[in-house]
């Protein structure tokens, strides 16, 4: 199964598509982050994520999305922008007929380390792990979206 797997973001919105086969190793096909400049408009901010994403998937062909649900507890400026670049790349998986699916960062680090509170760089470990790579995914958000992805894997095997 190709599973494409989003961390949210505005000024970094994380992405991966990973191959990922019941029982066997999985692969990565994609990773990195979109990029939009701090002090550029926000529509803007929008397009270039819808645009990028929009490519990636056409390019890499995933059958589903896991995207990370929202956790804010402070900066709520920050929590409304991060929840409208998740919207788009929920309007771009939609458009593209792919399946939704969501994940809490609890479900997350539960899925990929066995406990609901563990730090970043437990899960980035067990990430480096899973997919046998040598160095843990950078930048953060990356290794966020393979996390991500990697959780829909196993909720769904």
Request: proline share 5%; charged share 25%.
């Amino acid at each position: 199964m190709r599973i494409m797997g989003i961390d949210p973001g505005t000024g970094r919105l994380g992405f991966s598509v990973i191959e990922f086969t019941k029982g066997k190793d999985s692969k990565i096909i994609d990773a990195g982050v979109i990029t939009t400049p701090a002090h550029t408009p926000l529509p803007e901010r929008l397009e270039d994520i819808y645009n990028s994403l929009s490519e990636i998937i056409r390019q890499t062909k995933p059958e589903v999305m896991a995207i990370e649900k929202l956790f804010f507890t402070r900066n709520i400026t920050t929590a409304i922008s991060v929840a409208e670049a998740r919207g788009v790349a929920e309007l771009v998986a939609q458009q593209a007929k792919l399946q939704i699916a969501e994940y809490t960062p609890l479900q997350i680090k539960q899925s990929m380390t066995g406990y609901g509170r563990a730090d970043k760089k437990q899960v980035q470990e067990m990430v480096r792990r899973e997919l046998k790579l040598d160095q843990v995914p950078k930048p953060d958000d990356a290794a966020d979206a393979l996390a991500a992805a990697l959780t829909h894997g196993f909720m769904v095997q």
